[in-house]
């Protein structure tokens, strides 16, 4: 496609409208303050886009597919609970990293959303939640995870790989992997089945 496109014109609208949306916030940007940030007329971003609403849909739609697609991958392929868990996780922390402007409009914006939008963005996000809550009972019910608050696990995973978007920088000493590892390591070993040694016990 051409550099002059309108696909791409559009996907640098969109793509400038994020920085600006995590930088000044979505409710307090405009439609002309994007353009600005073009340097172009206000008037030539309708040629391409609708509204601003239309932008945040977009990014808050295609952000959330990424994401229900990775977790399906994970859960239609591997079938250890721990290596799903692994495997969810990395792909989680890939999404966020792989395009840190629109991952924070996705996680602080979200509310902002149209209302005829926001209740079919809230059913993806909680579809994402029951496909690691599958992992969770998964773990438990192969004896491999202890019996713990799933629900609450869950949204701790969720918690700890959202927050990479509020302090990751490309040039970090940490790379994606090593991050996935790290959060990987610390969750596992806070679920894992512990070993009782009966202290009664003598041979």
């Known amino acids: 496609m051409a550099e002059g496109s309108g696909i791409n014109r559009r996907e640098q609208i969109i793509s400038t409208a994020a920085k600006l949306f995590r930088k000044k916030g979505y409710a307090a940007s405009s439609m002309r303050d994007i353009a600005n940030e073009l340097n172009i007329e206000a008037a030539s971003l309708y040629h391409h886009i609708k509204s601003k609403e239309e ?26 609970a721990e290596e799903r868990l692994r495997k969810a996780i990395l792909h989680h922390v890939e999404i966020i990293t792989e395009d840190i402007d629109k991952s924070a409009v996705f996680l602080r914006e979200w509310r902002s959303l149209p209302e005829n939008s926001l209740n079919d963005f809230v059913q993806l996000r909680n579809h994402y939640e ?22 609450f696990a ?15 920088r ?24 512990k070993l009782v040694t009966d202290i009664n016990y003598k041979p």
């Open 130 to 151: 029951s496909e690691f809550t599958k992992i969770m009972e998964s773990g438990v019910q192969e004896d491999v995870f202890d019996h713990v608050d799933v629900k």
């Open 55 to 80: 932008i945040l849909e977009m990014i808050c739609f295609s952000m959330a597919n990424k994401f229900l697609s990775s977790i399906a991958e994970v859960n239609d392929i591997y079938f250890n």
């Open 154 to 168: 869950v949204l701790s995973v969720l918690s700890s790989v959202n927050w990479i978007n509020e302090w990751y």
């Open 170 to 193: 490309p040039e970090g000493k940490m790379g994606v992997n090593e991050i996935a590892q790290k959060i990987s390591d610390f969750v596992l070993g806070g679920l894992r089945k």
